[in-house]
């Protein structure tokens, strides 16, 4: 089965910056679109970047300039480079596909951003 493990979050000063990583198991990312994507509490997980098999990226407008997504084919691990964060960034972050989801997700990994 598919696995997504998300580490590297915590709490950071507004304007500060983190990298998430997520190693993903028994995929090949050259192959399929991975996301990140992030949760608060009584809210919906939401898409926030996305990358294809072929390397291209989307950003959903709220980070837009701010996150950048990447990945390393050969170790299977994707990447959230998070830049000038805001209050607003605070949840926590998975990854999973980022066209359609699987079913199952990682624990993910918690992201504060407060001063």
């Known amino acids: 089965q598919v696995q997504f493990v998300e580490s590297g979050g915590g709490l950071v000063q507004p304007g500060g910056s983190l990298r998430l990583s997520c190693a993903v198991s028994?995929?090949?990312?050259?192959?399929?679109?991975m996301g990140w994507y992030r949760q608060t509490p009584g809210s919906e997980r939401n898409l926030v970047a996305k990358?294809?098999?072929?390397?291209?990226?989307n950003y959903a407008e709220s980070v837009k300039g701010r996150f950048t997504i990447s990945k390393d084919n050969p170790t299977t691990t994707v990447y959230l480079q998070m830049d000038n964060l805001e209050s607003e960034d605070t949840a926590v972050y998975y990854c999973?596909?980022?066209?359609?989801?699987?079913?199952?997700w990682g624990r993910g990994t918690q992201v504060t951003v407060s001063a």
């Open positions: 999973n596909f980022g066209e359609t989801p699987a079913s199952y």
């Open positions: 028994r995929v090949r990312l050259d192959l399929y679109s």
């Open positions: 990358i294809t098999g072929g390397g291209r990226t």
